[in-house]
């Protein structure tokens, strides 16, 4: 059986087909209709129904949506999106079933990236938390199978809670100072540096310096980064009683050796040492799209 899933980024959306055994079938992308929801659903719902129309065997009224947060996932309901300012209370539930024949079911994109994740696992574990770095950070958790999601979907919004105490940066978001987002992220990375050298610095440019030890500042600044990201996975292992953890999005993928310090700082620090903590960084590349595959079962 194919499912039609959606990945509503902030600058672009994909409408896939997925297999059972989670491979993309075909998919269509488009640029985010970043300050019109309407017609950003009228195009999902057009692309899904093409899809309906060219292939057998499509589960004919299933929508598996990934959205960016916050939202009330439970209804499709637009919170306050910090790059999709326009979506804020759109009702996306309500929009679908009223234009389309399709049942909508949405889901955080950290939220679907771990359920495939979960099932690509080599190893079956019980429980598993996921933590994505990229331009943002986010992580989700399953237990026994199932997504723990929270009440409106929104588990795990960890971005915004306080990593370093001593931190002089205000972030612009939660107006603290020191929250996960503003130390370890991308644009985390990206700021540091730039501040560091008084330059615009991507951060790619600052790894590849770190790689390189050509700068001594920037050295000390990402292994600052590193020693916050050992901590938090050390916090979450307490926090869940948990030894498995994946990690994903664009700054786990760069060269910096994430999994043996965060194994090797849990191995030091962690109290409960029953079992080692494994670290794996992920193989999948499209893992929020596939994730969607088994939401509307969830
Ligand atoms: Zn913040």
Same mark, same amino acid.
């Given at each position: 059986m194919l499912k039609i899933c959606v990945d509503i980024g902030g600058t672009k959306t994909i409408v896939g087909l997925i297999s059972q055994?989670?491979?993309?079938? /075909?998919?269509?992308?488009?640029?985010? #209709? &970043?300050?019109? =929801?309407?017609?950003?659903?009228?195009? !999902?719902?057009?692309? /899904?129904?093409?899809?309906?129309?060219? #292939?057998?065997?499509?589960?004919?009224?299933?929508?598996? !949506?990934a959205m960016p947060g916050p939202c009330d996932y439970s209804k499709g309901i637009f919170i306050n999106l910090p790059n999709l300012q326009q979506y804020n209370g759109f009702h996306a539930g309500d929009y679908i079933t009223e234009h389309s024949g399709f049942q909508p079911y949405f889901v955080n994109d950290t939220n679907a990236a771990i359920l495939a994740e979960y099932r690509h696992l080599q190893t079956p574990v019980e429980d598993l938390i996921y933590l994505t770095i990229s331009t943002g950070v986010g992580m989700a #958790?399953?237990?026994?199978?199932?997504?723990? /999601?929270?009440?409106? @979907?929104?588990?795990?919004? !960890? @971005?915004?809670?306080?990593?370093? &105490?001593?931190? /002089? #940066?205000?972030? =612009?978001v939660c107006k603290q100072y020191g929250c996960v987002e503003n130390e370890i992220s991308g644009v985390a990375i990206s700021r540091k540096a730039s501040e560091i050298l008084q330059k615009p610095v991507s951060t790619q440019e600052a790894i590849a310096m770190y790689n390189n030890d050509s700068n001594a500042t920037i050295t000390e600044m990402i292994e600052e980064v590193l020693l916050l990201t050992q901590q938090l996975c050390t916090n979450l292992f307490s926090i869940f009683n948990c030894h498995n953890i994946v990690l994903g999005g664009g700054v786990i993928q760069s060269t910096l050796p994430y999994k043996a310090r965060i194994e090797g700082y849990a191995a030091t620090h962690q109290l409960i040492q029953t079992q080692p903590f494994k670290v794996k960084i992920s193989e999948l590349e499209s893992n929020v799209l596939t994730g969607l595959y088994d939401i509307d079962t969830q």
């Open positions: 055994d989670l491979e993309v079938v /075909a998919y269509q992308k488009f640029t985010t #209709y &970043s300050d019109n =929801p309407e017609k950003e659903f009228a195009e !999902i719902v057009r692309v /899904a129904q093409e899809y309906v129309q060219q #292939y057998d065997d499509v589960a004919t009224t299933t929508l598996n !949506i #958790y399953v237990r026994n199978g199932k997504l723990v /999601a929270g009440s409106e @979907g929104n588990f795990g919004e !960890i @971005g915004h809670t306080i990593l370093k &105490s001593d931190s /002089a #940066y205000q972030c =612009p």
